[in-house]
């Protein structure tokens, strides 16, 4: 009789384990069913210029994007304080960059020049002048990279110079009429002023608010594709891609 109670016991709590590992295995397949689901509204999600990854990354995800993002506070702050110090010495103060070169190594070489010579009467130890030399490495991968850029950039060039591509020729031509006309109205160093600016303010201020800016550049994008549309069917579409397409129109 026991024994019956205690096979019944057993097979009861068997019974208790199993529906519990049931209800676990349940929990976590809807679990991962929400997970895919949030993953897949992600991914239908509009991001500006079609990006997949964070904001972060785009940027590279190094120092450079931690400056931008402001991630370190100070060191971002120092460099757009600097930036707007040499931009106020030479826009608003009208220094030149000789003189403010000449002017600082003057002010330095005798700060330091008094300092050591001063710490011999007040009995303390000279200041630790570090000595400065620039590493091989990083200056061959900045050339190596601009080298890369350059080559790019005159490519591009030479086809568009070639005559085989005839909207790019004229969006180029537009392009640099709207860059001569931009400079034209500001000099060069309030537009690359300009430019550090933007660069430390917009990609932070996107970052912060990205689910807000995300819909309205979508709806944005949507209209400019409407009118896009439209001066293609009117404008774009009937102007040929090359020179010699143009020549062929006109045989005909």
């Known amino acids: ?47 500006l210029f079609g990006r997949k990854k964070p904001v972060h990354h785009v940027f590279g995800g190094g120092k450079p994007a931690d400056l931008l993002l402001w991630k370190d506070k100070k060191l971002s702050g120092g460099i757009l304080g600097g930036v707007t110090i040499i931009w106020f010495l030479f826009e608003v103060l009208e220094y030149h960059l000789l003189t403010l070169v000449c002017h600082s190594l003057i002010l330095t070489l005798a700060l330091l020049f008094l300092w050591s010579n001063a710490s011999i009467f007040i009995k303390k130890s000279p200041p630790k002048i570090p000595e400065v030399s620039i590493p091989e490495k990083p200056v061959l991968e900045i050339v190596s990279s601009l080298r890369i850029e350059i080559n790019r950039g005159l490519a591009a060039i030479h086809d568009i110079a070639s005559g085989k591509d005839l909207k790019k020729f004229l969006s180029v031509i537009a392009g640099l009429w709207f860059v001569s006309f931009i400079s034209n109205s500001c000099n060069f160093l309030t537009l690359v002023y300009i430019s550090v600016v933007l660069l430390f303010s917009v990609p932070v201020a996107y970052d912060k608010y990205e689910d807000k800016i995300d819909p309205l550049a979508e709806k944005a994008w949507i209209e400019i594709k409407k009118q896009y549309k439209v001066l293609d069917e009117k404008v774009l579409c009937k102007i040929p891609r090359s020179i010699k397409e143009l020549k062929d129109k006109k045989k005909v």
């Open 1 to 47: 009789m026991s024994d019956h109670e205690d096979h019944k016991s057993e097979s009861l709590i068997e019974k208790i384990s199993d529906k519990i590992h049931d209800l676990k295995n349940d929990s976590s397949s809807s679990d991962s069913d929400d997970d895919s689901k949030v993953s897949e509204i992600k991914s239908k999600v509009f991001r």
